[in-house]
């Protein structure tokens, strides 16, 4: 039997986009109470405009910790109890590990990996020894088919080592831990990332129909309904005629 998550709370980061954007819609439309977390204040504030009173917007650049500890306090100050994280935003690069300047790969890594951890650590007292905690992926890291993926792959392998090791560290509790590993979506991710635009070419020849966000947060939202004995640990979601 599927489980209810209507009344509960949710903390999802990087929704004012693509996947994150669908999955809070979707958790929306199931009665969940949603505080999401966007840098950017008037795509922010016109989500929250669209999405009513259970929307708490939350402004942050992941990619600077301090502002990544004042929104967790921000937070919790706002929903006393907290019983779904899910860590999706992340920003892409597409360069030579050797090239990519050291502002970028700080930017990276604290965006990407950094930021999970510090909101985990900050909300998981929140979650009181129960809850769920999903963190996204990318096949990236299974197959590097060029070295200028190597940057982003290298953040998600190591938020897929710290997903393991905490689901190792809250094995005696009630909490969830999951990871979603996805193929290609069509999200603006791939807008933002200079010199993407031919390698995007030659994908979509090679993948004519990429997943949508919807076909990602129904995964998500699937596996947050599972009974409270079912936790799904590593879902991998590929489009067709994508093989890694
Ligand atoms: N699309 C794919 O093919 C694909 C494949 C594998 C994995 N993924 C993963 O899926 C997740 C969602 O990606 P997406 O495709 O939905 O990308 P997206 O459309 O670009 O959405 C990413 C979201 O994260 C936000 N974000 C990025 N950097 C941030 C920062 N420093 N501070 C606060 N928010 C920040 C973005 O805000 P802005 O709009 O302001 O940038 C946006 O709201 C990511 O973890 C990505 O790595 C995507």
């Not at 009665?31 to 929307?55: M, Q």
């Not at 993926?149 to 560290?169: D, H, I, V």
Request: proline share 6%; hydrophobic share 45%.
């Amino acid at each position: 039997m599927p489980q209810s998550i209507s009344g509960s709370s949710a903390v999802i980061t990087g929704v004012t986009s693509g996947i994150g954007r669908t999955v809070t819609r979707t958790l929306l439309a199931d009665g969940v109470t949603v505080a999401g977390i966007a840098r950017d204040p008037r795509r922010l504030a016109a989500a929250a405009e669209e999405w009513g009173d259970r929307f708490h917007p939350v402004l942050a650049d992941l990619s600077v910790p301090q502002a990544v500890k004042d929104c967790a306090a921000e937070i919790t100050e706002r929903l006393p109890h907290i019983d779904v994280l899910v860590n999706n935003a992340a920003e892409c690069a597409f360069d030579r590990p050797s090239a990519l300047p050291a502002g970028r790969w700080r930017s990276l890594l604290e965006t990407n990996l950094l930021s999970a951890i510090s909101l985990t650590r900050d909300l998981l007292p929140s979650m009181a020894g129960a809850g769920h905690i999903i963190n996204i992926s990318s096949v990236t890291t299974r197959h590097l088919s060029s070295a200028r993926y190597g940057p982003y792959a290298l953040t998600k392998a190591a938020l897929e080592n710290f997903t393991a090791a905490l689901r190792l560290e809250l094995a005696a509790t009630r909490t969830k831990v999951s990871l979603v590993t996805l193929g290609l979506v069509d999200t603006p991710i791939y807008e933002k990332v200079n010199g993407f635009q031919r390698t995007r070419r030659d994908l979509a020849e090679r993948v004519p129909r990429w997943l949508s966000p919807d076909d990602a947060a129904d995964t998500i939202h699937w596996m947050l309904t599972r009974p409270p004995h079912v936790v799904v640990g590593d879902v991998l979601l590929l489009p067709l005629h994508q093989a890694r």
